[in-house]
């Protein structure tokens, strides 16, 4: 029986990979993930920093756009095996929101869900039939025998617990029933999330956008998850948020979120 190995897999939204190449390769040194889900790349698939990461020990396969969206997996000391480009289920949705890959033996989906702001209107509406689409295609995930992990941005606030003022959250689209419940049954096929099953009643947050202080003040929302599919689930040893990233200037208003894995 082969011997079972740690791995570090972490998600993060960067907001622009270009503006913030130097945060991101930064954090790449220090923390050193093995695998890494990018988000809102806001580049061309020409303009992404490839040689930049391939100099870090990353490999690296991306999905751009002009000006927003974009995602893109890294492989640290290899080079990912892309699977799909584009989640299924919508020839005519041109939006560079998933991507997928074998890398170090797991099956990895990164994927940069809709705001859906504002709401109600055509990009709420957009939110949830993408959702519904990427609940389709979990399912022939999730049941792989295989370690499979859906990272990124997913835009969803799952509970009351995963934000600083409900109330003050409670016309944005991230926190609506539609949307929760949309998660909920994600989840439900029987994946873990990550960092909620790690942490248990403690809040932990993702994200806290640029006003006043909000980073400082840790006043945040935990929208950025991992979900482990049961092969993967098994292995789990811990999560984290490396809240250091956001505090740092010219941060993106996410911070890195990891888990580690033994497979």
């Not at 994946?191 to 400082?216: L, M, N, S």
Request: with cysteine; glycine share 8%.
């Amino acid at each position: 029986m082969p011997k079972r190995r740690t791995l570090k897999l972490a998600t993060f939204n960067v907001n622009g990979i270009n503006t913030r190449l130097a945060n991101l390769l930064s954090w790449l040194e220090e923390a050193k993930p093995d695998v890494v889900a990018l988000q809102e790349l806001k580049a061309t698939d020409g303009a992404f920093p490839a040689q930049a990461l391939e100099a870090a020990g990353y490999g690296a396969i991306w999905h751009g756009q002009q000006s927003w969206n974009g995602v893109a997996l890294l492989g640290r000391q290899t080079q990912p095996i892309e699977s799909r480009r584009g989640l299924p289920g919508d020839p005519r949705d041109k939006q560079s929101r998933y991507i997928e890959a074998a890398i170090h033996g797991v099956v990895v989906a990164c994927l940069y869900l809709p705001n859906g702001n504002p709401q109600p209107g055509p990009k709420f509406d957009y939110k949830l039939a993408w959702m519904k689409r990427l609940e389709q295609h979990a399912k022939t995930l999730v049941t792989l025998p295989h370690p499979v992990a859906l990272m990124g941005d997913f835009n969803v606030i799952p509970t009351d617990l995963d934000v600083y003022d409900p109330k003050s959250w409670k016309k944005n689209a991230l926190i609506q029933p539609e949307s929760r419940e949309a998660f909920g049954r994600l989840v439900g096929q029987g994946w873990t999330d990550a960092v909620r099953e790690a942490f248990g009643e403690e809040r932990i947050y993702t994200f806290w956008d640029h006003f006043r202080q909000h980073a400082e003040r840790d006043r945040g929302l935990r929208i950025d998850h991992l979900l482990l599919n049961p092969v993967l689930a098994e292995g789990l040893v811990e999560a984290g948020v490396d809240q250091w990233v956001r505090l740092e200037e010219h941060a993106s208003d996410h911070a890195p979120t990891w888990v580690t894995v033994r497979i």
